[in-house]
């Protein structure tokens, strides 16, 4: 599955980078934003281009093209890809880390303002080279993948809150991103962390999880329609035709006021749990 959707963006990536190599221009208001771009490629010299999607005029999708280290197997492959949904708490957080300068330059207040010839998009690609920059259409890939449950979480957060309050431990202010194969049924299979060190703050929320659905009331199962299986739980994997194990990356916030904030992203992953075995028979969709 991520084979197929690379192949589709490299071949985006050659068409467009054939108009961006023919056709000279910056979709610039000023030459401020052009001084920021210079800055980014002399800083991070291993990038070739950058593509960002906007969904209704904001920020979604990042990605950013390099040079491959070795030759690929499929000669149409000639880039690498790093992604980021840079409406995700977690990539966002990924991003300021490995390249700061360009979340720097994503999230500017002025930026989208100042992109000439969106007034009448809201949804488009700003593609970017070291030399030039243009505007095209919004390329939609993929399909829905593992999600939280929209009707659960907030009673979910709830109940971390709830029973965090009488809680002794210091923590006050902790980020961990975990990442976890959501099985068929909806059920958290294997996961890791991957951002992050509180073994506390994983162990509380590993708890609080499993009590949230051992106290979900139990649905009749409907056979003619196996999504129903999934009902009771927190989760929902990826759909495909059927229900697909699946990965997701889950963002999880204690704030300083002992709140927690508890976010997801189950598209554009990549699987990060050391020493996964994948089942040839449930392999997983992401």
């Known amino acids: 599955m991520r084979g197929f959707v690379k192949t589709l963006f490299i071949f985006f990536v050659i068409f467009i980078s054939f108009i961006l190599k023919n056709y000279a221009q910056s979709v610039f208001k000023n030459k401020t934003q052009n001084e920021k771009i210079n800055e980014i490629f002399n800083t991070y010299q291993n990038i070739d281009s950058i593509y960002i999607q906007y969904k209704d005029k904001a920020p979604s999708v990042l990605f950013v093209y390099e040079p491959l280290k070795e030759k690929h197997s499929n000669p149409y492959i000639t880039k690498d890809i790093t992604t980021y949904k840079v409406d995700f708490?977690?990539?966002?957080l990924w991003l300021q880390r490995d390249y700061n300068l360009l979340y720097q330059f994503i999230f500017q207040d002025e930026l989208e303002s100042e992109i000439e010839k969106t007034t009448d998009k809201k949804d488009y690609t700003l593609m970017i080279t070291s030399k030039k920059s243009a505007i095209s259409s919004f390329l939609q890939s993929g399909g829905v993948g593992a999600v939280?449950?929209?009707?659960?979480?907030?009673d979910f957060i709830k109940l971390l809150n709830t029973n965090y309050i009488g809680c002794a431990d210091v923590i006050t202010d902790s980020i961990l991103i975990i990442q976890a194969v959501i099985l068929r049924n909806g059920e958290i299979g294997e996961n890791e962390i991957i951002y992050g060190k509180s073994k506390f703050l994983y162990?509380?929320?590993?708890k609080t999880y499993l009590n949230f659905v051992a106290n979900q009331p139990a649905k009749k199962?409907?056979?003619?329609n196996f999504q129903n299986k999934n009902d009771k739980w927190l989760f929902k994997p990826r759909i495909s035709n059927t229900q697909r194990t699946s990965l997701i990356d889950i963002y999880l916030r204690?704030?300083?006021d002992k709140t927690f904030t508890v976010s997801t992203q189950g598209n554009y992953r990549l699987l990060k749990i050391k020493d996964y075995h994948i089942n040839p028979n449930d392999p997983i969709f992401y």
Do not use: A, V
């Open 254 to 256: 204690l704030n300083p």
């Open 89 to 92: 708490e977690g990539d966002k």
């Open 148 to 154: 939280i449950n929209p009707k659960k979480k907030q």
């Open 221 to 224: 199962e409907d056979h003619r």
């Open 203 to 206: 162990n509380y929320f590993m």
